[in-house]
């Protein structure tokens, strides 16, 4: 019988299909191109009309067989390639919980960012405001107003970048001095911290860009014993009580009388011919200071007659170097992690 033949090839060619579908929608497709309305199934039941009455039932029955094998195949495979697919996905998802962790990576302050805070902490504490400047100066700031006119043999002390005939990279803080009196009535207790520009080649010791913090306090009565005070109470909060300061004249176009202050080490206290810190000198030197020249007053438009003040000017990245152990200043400006991580 021609149909039955049909039929048997139809069914081999549909379990052989069955047997290799990949996945669910494969096997959909399937369903439907053997079992569905225009299927190969339905084709082969049309056909049925050519048969004769006795052969019809027979036909039909075997029809029915074959089609509730077929579909018992497909749900066969159908199971196996679910139970298949949850196994890949487990075996993908599979999280072994006893690993050890990953510590996440957390960044740190630089060391200077530190030693800044501690300064601005200690300076806080003693009634002192923060407050900042353009690094982008007027000559006008930086130098005229500093008691430095145009011409100033003192102008050579600090090798200046340019930008223009009268805008420089600042060389100092100190600007921030005159712009504070400019805009400030006394009394003025600031602190000025900022980064600062001089033409200096790259070396273990020497840097175009370095860090200074300034201080400025103006108001009636103010003298040299509270400018020694005020710095004796800063290295005590740094370095502990044991450390002294001393100061040796010097000079400043913005400052008279003017003076360098060092600090004695507090790592060896002079004891150690080989301290890694002072170098067996005993002494660390940190600062510059003096008592705010009148000239600068009066020209900031306070009446030097009425007022004095002190002014001060930290260098942070030897603070920085010194307490750290630093001994090349170009780590700190290289940003190479492994330094920083160290802090
Ligand atoms: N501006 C000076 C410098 O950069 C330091 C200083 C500040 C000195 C304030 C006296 C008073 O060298």
């Known amino acids: 019988m021609a149909l039955q033949d049909t039929l048997n090839q139809m069914l081999q060619e549909a379990a052989q299909a069955v047997r290799e579908a990949r996945d669910a929608s494969g096997l959909d497709e399937l369903r439907v191109r053997f079992l569905g309305k225009k299927g190969s199934m339905t084709q082969i039941l049309r056909q049925m009309g050519s048969l004769s009455p006795e052969e019809r039932p027979v ?47 957390v960044g740190r302050l630089h060391p200077l960012t530190l030693v800044q805070r501690r300064l601005e902490e200690i300076f806080i504490g003693m009634g002192f405001e923060v407050v900042e400047g353009p690094e982008v100066e007027l000559d006008h700031f930086n130098f005229e107003l500093l008691n430095l006119p145009k011409d100033h043999p003192a102008r050579d002390m ?6 223009t005939d009268n805008i420089l990279l600042r060389t ?6 005159a712009r504070t009196m400019l805009t400030h009535k006394p009394p003025i207790r600031v602190i000025c911290p900022g980064r600062v520009y001089r033409f200096d080649e790259v070396d273990a010791t020497h840097s175009p860009v370095f860090h200074q913090i300034e201080g400025l306090v103006i108001d009636k009565g103010i003298h040299m014993g509270h ?39 507090y790592m060896c206290g002079g004891h150690d011919d080989h301290c890694r810190v002072c170098h067996g000198t005993g002494w660390l030197e940190v600062l510059g200071c003096g008592m705010v020249n009148p000239h600068v007053l009066e020209m900031c438009g306070i009446d030097p007659d009425v007022y004095s003040g002190f002014a001060f000017g930290v260098g942070l990245d030897r603070l920085t170097n010194i307490k750290y152990g630093i001994t090349d200043l170009r780590n700190n400006f290289e940003n190479d992690l492994r330094f920083l991580s160290q802090v």
Do not use: W
């Not at 509730?68 to 996905?89: G, N, P, S, Y």
């Not at 600090?158 to 930008?163: E, G, K, L």
């Open 172 to 177: 100092h803080t100190s600007p921030v001095q």
């Open 59 to 105: 036909m039909g029955k075997l029809v029915n067989e074959k089609r509730a094998e077929l579909e018992e195949l497909m749900e066969a495979r159908r199971k196996a390639l679910v139970e298949f697919e949850k196994r890949m996905r487990l075996a993908s998802e599979k999280v072994d919980v006893t690993l050890p962790g990953k510590e996440p990576a």
């Open 227 to 265: 400018l020694m005070g005020t710095l004796e109470t800063f290295a005590k909060e740094l370095y502990g009580d044991g450390v002294k300061i001393r100061c040796r004249p010097s000079y400043f176009p913005f400052t008279e009388p003017s003076s360098e202050v060092d600090i004695s080490c």
């Open 158 to 163: 600090q090798d200046s970048m340019y930008i």
